[in-house]
């Protein structure tokens, strides 16, 4: 999760007496599952070991999802249809802004179409970024908030009914994912 349900009371000041920890704590997966599918992004770091399949998109070439730590690289040959160990030294990786590409040293030993398998730590960073929790915090705030109050964006025709309109994400919450979302396409398999 994102943030803590001690950190959305701390930000509280008090006012959420009448939620349980369980029921803060289902609200922020819920808001840190979103958070992640916005912006393609995995902001906690997972397991050591995890292995993901990607398509080369050109030879020598395949960008992959946050990489904290690569163990392994091999490739399944398509014409071959046989798994292949690529040397540490065969490839490097680079991070970028917004992704991580693995490359292959003088354009091989993949080409376009293969299946690369990327074993390793997978997340955005080692720590969540610290206003990407106070975005979490904000908006599990909001919705905690919402079933007290009438907090919504609009409301129209009252006598014909009440309509009620409410943003899917705040708007301050949105101008900070929108710093994160990734903007590399990124082609995994598994």
């Given amino acids: 999760m994102l943030c803590t349900a001690d950190q959305v009371r701390a930000r509280a000041q008090g006012q959420l007496t009448g939620w349980t920890t369980e029921h803060i704590e289902g609200v922020i997966a819920a808001v840190s ?15 050591s070991g995890e292995e993901r399949v990607y398509e080369a998109p050109r030879d020598g070439y395949a960008p992959i999802e946050d990489a904290l730590i690569i163990n392994s690289v091999t490739y399944r040959a398509t014409e071959a249809d046989t798994e292949i160990a690529v040397a540490t030294t065969a490839y490097r990786t680079k991070r970028h802004p917004r992704a991580v590409s693995v490359y292959a040293l003088d354009n ?9 398998h990327v074993t390793g730590q997978y997340g955005y960073a080692d720590a969540v970024p ?21 907090y919504q964006d609009a409301t129209a025709i009252p006598e014909m009914g009440q309509l009620v309109f409410s943003k899917s994400i705040p708007t301050d919450v949105r101008r900070v994912l929108e710093r994160y979302a990734r903007k590399t396409p990124v082609r995994r398999v598994a």
């Fill in 33 to 47: 599952q979103a958070m992640q599918e916005e912006t393609e992004r995995e902001f906690e770091s997972g397991e």
């Fill in 108 to 116: 091989g030993p993949w080409v376009a179409g293969d299946l690369v």
């Fill in 130 to 150: 610290g206003d990407i929790a106070d975005a979490a915090i904000a908006w599990t705030l909001r919705t905690l908030k919402s079933a007290d109050a009438a």
